[in-house]
């Protein structure tokens, strides 16, 4: 799709009644700021303002964040994150010494929003890919730390929906999930503790609710289903990427 504006728009703001008093207002690293992220810019339908405040166990995750009817059919995808929508990780290959962009399929990253999404790529998972990724619109860059993003659906919706938002963090061991747990699994040794699934309800037209989101469940460890699975004591820091999540219906 061509945009005559920009359609991805990215802007820092800050937000001081929500952060912690010790954040500075300038200078860091950006993670104490609140990014704004704006998504489908163009399109007409129902307007949504997540918030999303990190907890202590927030390093770069990957997410997606897509709609879906209250009996679990899949709508549209709202948000993914760069190395998902693209399937080009900034760390992807070893050159001379040093990590370049490269392309790379993890299966574990975000396997129930892939599934429930159902479009195989060229390489036979339901994975975005270098031939098939998600558009600009709907994908940018991982935030920092806190953020608020603004998304339309293409359409208006009508009734109960549901709003959810899968989020994985690579490499995040625990005395459960360890790296000899399946040490023939490729795809686990990249993931560890699984992604985390969680969801918010919401109704049209509604504009005073807020919603927070609360987990599901966990995927498949390595995402070699798009099950969606209960045993969230078995993970420690996964549950701790995310601090607090809402979401909103806004005016158009």
């Not at 995750?61 to 760069?82: H, K, M, N, Q």
């Amino acid at each position: 799709m061509n945009y005559k504006l920009p359609a991805f728009l990215i802007m820092i703001v800050f937000l001081p009644a929500i952060l912690p008093a010790q954040i500075k207002k300038s200078g860091g690293t950006g993670r104490d700021e609140i990014a704004r992220l704006t998504t489908n810019p163009e399109a007409k339908g129902t307007l949504f303002e997540i918030t999303f405040l990190p907890g202590r166990g927030h390093n770069h995750p990957s997410f997606a964040i897509w709609l879906e009817t209250t009996d679990g059919r899949y709508v549209e995808t709202l948000y993914v994150t760069g190395y998902v929508a693209t399937g080009i990780f900034r760390y992807g290959s070893m050159v001379s010494g040093k990590w370049e962009p490269a392309p790379v399929q993890r299966r574990a990253a975000l396997p129930y929003w892939g599934h429930k999404r159902c479009i195989l790529n060229e390489l036979g998972n339901y994975l975005p890919s270098v031939k098939a990724p998600l558009p600009d619109a709907i994908s940018g860059p991982t935030p920092k730390g806190a953020f608020v993003l603004s998304a339309r659906a293409n359409e208006m919706l009508k009734g109960n929906f549901r709003v959810l938002i899968e989020i994985n963090q690579t490499w995040d061991w625990n005395p459960f999930w360890h790296n000899s747990k399946y040490p023939d699994d490729s795809e686990y040794r990249t993931s560890a503790q699984p992604a985390v699934v969680y969801a918010a309800d919401l109704k049209s037209g509604d504009y005073e609710m807020l919603s927070e989101f609360r987990p599901l469940g966990r995927s498949h460890h390595s995402g070699a289903d798009g099950g969606l699975y209960d045993d969230l004591n078995t993970l420690t820091t996964a549950l701790e990427i995310a601090g607090r999540i809402t979401v909103q219906i806004k005016e158009n």
